[in-house]
């Protein structure tokens, strides 16, 4: 019988009994845009941008399409508020994805952007490069820190608004201050002319870092385990 209650107590402290929370987990948000009529909280990103969802199409099914007049002042894309791809994210590494099909018009770029807390501030961006703006399907991936400094988000492929979408953007604040803060999140296409681009399965994804109670009773569960081997050896 104590050599049963050992067992249960170790596998407990290792976070293998059902309802114990294990040493490391994943979270994330995955939109597919497979539900007919559901922009599943996208909007257009600017005033000459549109966004809608077709049922068919996607990678696979479903997508949203997004297209309008680029002018060199204002892109055309689709962003989103929502609580789960916005807010704080300093803490984590994360990777963002998301696959793009540039379907019309003369597209030169498509960017990832974050903006800074409200609809007054700007905020920072990465370049989706492609060898070809095709309306074949292409993936499209990106990992971050929110903890680097600004020198670090540049040398990583990040700039700011000022610097990337506009010379007469009013500047954004600092690469930490802006992913502690995160207002909205934005796929952006620019071009000149109508262009258009599909976007499915946008991903945002982060392997949490243990806390360091968990680290503490991964380690009492060790010892756990190591003394009850000490006991059958008796």
């Known amino acids: 019988m104590k050599k049963l209650v050992m067992i249960v107590l170790c596998l407990g402290m290792l976070g293998l009994m059902p309802g114990t929370a294990s040493a490391a987990s994943v979270s994330g948000y995955h939109e597919g845009w497979d539900v007919p009529n559901d922009l599943a909280g996208w909007t257009a990103n600017t005033i000459i941008s549109s966004v809608s969802q077709t049922s068919y199409g996607g990678n696979p099914d479903g997508l949203i399409g997004t297209g309008g007049y680029a002018n060199g002042s204002f892109d055309v894309g689709a962003m989103s508020e929502l609580a789960a791809i916005t807010g704080n994210f300093i803490g984590q590494i994360w990777t963002v994805s998301v696959d793009l099909a540039f379907v019309y018009g003369n597209v030169d770029n498509a960017w990832l952007r974050f903006r800074y807390l409200d609809g007054t501030q700007n905020g920072w961006v990465y370049s989706l490069t492609s060898s070809a703006f095709s309306p074949a399907w292409n993936s499209f991936s990106v990992t971050f820190d929110p903890s680097w400094s600004d020198a670090e988000a540049r040398a990583h492929g990040?700039?700011?608004?000022?610097?990337?979408?506009?010379?007469?953007?009013?500047?954004?604040?600092?690469?930490?201050?802006?992913?502690?803060?995160?207002?909205?999140?934005?796929?952006?296409?620019?071009?000149?002319?109508?262009?258009?681009?599909?976007?499915?399965?946008?991903?945002?994804?982060?392997?949490?870092?243990?806390?360091?109670?968990?680290?503490?009773?991964?380690?009492?569960?060790?010892?756990?385990?190591?003394?009850?081997?000490?006991?059958?050896?008796?």
């Open 158 to 234: 990040w700039l700011t608004d000022l610097e990337a979408v506009s010379p007469t953007a009013d500047p954004s604040v600092s690469w930490s201050q802006t992913m502690s803060d995160v207002y909205t999140t934005e796929v952006r296409i620019s071009g000149e002319g109508f262009v258009g681009a599909w976007i499915d399965n946008f991903r945002l994804t982060t392997a949490a870092v243990p806390e360091p109670a968990s680290l503490l009773l991964v380690g009492a569960g060790l010892a756990g385990l190591a003394a009850f081997r000490r006991t059958l050896r008796r």
